[in-house]
C-alpha cells in the first residue's frame, strides 16, 4: 500500500525499508501502525517522528532518522506481533523535499 512518501510494510519489511532509505540518502520523519479491520485500517497507539535538530547536516539527519526508527521498530516488533496482523506506515523525505516542506 502507497501513498506519496508512505507506504505501508509489514513490520520486518519496515525494517529493511527504512535501512535502504537510510542507505540511499531519505530521512525518515516517522510511522504509524495500523491494523487491517473490516475493510479499513484501524490505528493503534504506536508512532514515532524524528525531527532535524537545528542546522543538522543532511547526511547526519538522514543516519540519525534511520538509526532512531531502526531502533524503534526493533523494539517494538514483539509488541506489534501481540496486536496482530499490522503494517507499518513510514514516511520519508529527500533533502530536497524536506527543503520544500519548510517553505
Same mark, same amino acid.
Given at each position: 500500500?502507497?501513498?506519496?512518501?508512505?507506504?505501508?510494510?509489514?513490520?520486518?519489511?519496515?525494517?529493511?525499508? /527504512?535501512?535502504?532509505?537510510?542507505?540511499?540518502?531519505? +530521512?525518515? *520523519?516517522? $510511522?504509524?501502525?495500523?491494523?487491517?479491520? !473490516?475493510?479499513?485500517?484501524?490505528?493503534?497507539?504506536?508512532?514515532?517522528?524524528?525531527?532535524?535538530?537545528?542546522?543538522?547536516?543532511?547526511?547526519?539527519? /538522514?543516519?540519525?532518522?534511520?538509526?532512531?526508527?531502526? +531502533?524503534? *521498530?526493533? $523494539?517494538?516488533?514483539?509488541?506489534?506481533? !501481540?496486536?496482530?496482523?499490522?503494517?507499518?506506515?513510514?514516511?520519508?523525505?529527500?533533502?530536497?523535499?524536506?527543503?520544500?516542506?519548510?517553505?
Amino acid at each position: 500500500m502507497a501513498s506519496n512518501n508512505e507506504v505501508a510494510w509489514r513490520p520486518t519489511q519496515a525494517v529493511q525499508a /527504512v535501512q535502504w532509505l537510510g542507505l540511499h540518502g531519505y +530521512a525518515v *520523519l516517522g $510511522t504509524d501502525v495500523f491494523l487491517p479491520k !473490516e475493510g479499513s485500517f484501524q490505528s493503534l497507539p504506536y508512532f514515532q517522528n524524528v525531527e532535524r535538530i537545528g542546522a543538522e547536516e543532511w547526511g547526519l539527519f /538522514v543516519a540519525r532518522s534511520a538509526a532512531e526508527t531502526l +531502533a524503534y *521498530l526493533k $523494539t517494538c516488533l514483539p509488541t506489534f506481533s !501481540e496486536e496482530g496482523d499490522v503494517y507499518v506506515i513510514v514516511t520519508w523525505v529527500s533533502e530536497e523535499e524536506f527543503r520544500n516542506l519548510r517553505l
